[in-house]
C-alpha cells in the first residue's frame, strides 16, 4: 500500500468514526427529547408513538452504519475466485 493509500484509508476511517459518532449523538439526543416529549404528552397513545419514532431513528442509523461500514470486497480476491471457478470448469 503506498503512503497516499494509507493516508486516505486513515482519512476515510477518521470519517467514520465521526459519522458514527455524530448519529450516535443524535439518536441520544432524540431519546432524551422523546422522553421529554412524553412527559408533556398525555394520550393515551402518545409513549407507544414516541417509543415506535425513537426504534426507527435507532434502526435507521443501525442500517446507515452497516451501508457505509461495509467494505467491499477485494480486487484480487474476486479475480482469484473467476480464475478458479474457470479451473474448475475446464476452460483456460
Known amino acids: ?4 493509500a ?3 484509508a486513515g482519512l476515510d476511517g477518521q470519517a ?3 459519522a458514527a459518532g455524530l448519529a450516535d449523538l443524535a439518536v441520544s439526543t432524540v431519546g432524551s427529547v422523546l ?3 412524553r412527559g408533556l404528552l398525555r394520550r393515551s397513545d402518545a409513549a407507544e408513538l414516541a417509543a415506535d419514532a425513537e426504534n426507527e431513528l435507532a434502526t435507521r442509523g443501525r ?3 452497516d451501508r457505509y461500514a461495509a467494505a467491499p470486497p477485494a480486487h484480487l480476491e474476486i479475480l482469484a475466485r473467476r480464475t478458479l471457478a474457470r479451473k474448475a470448469a ?3
Open 35 to 37: 422522553g421529554t416529549v
Open 16 to 18: 467514520l468514526l465521526l
Open 63 to 65: 442500517l446507515a452504519l
Open 6 to 8: 494509507e493516508r486516505r
Open 1 to 4: 500500500m503506498t503512503q497516499e
Open 90 to 92: 475446464g476452460g483456460v
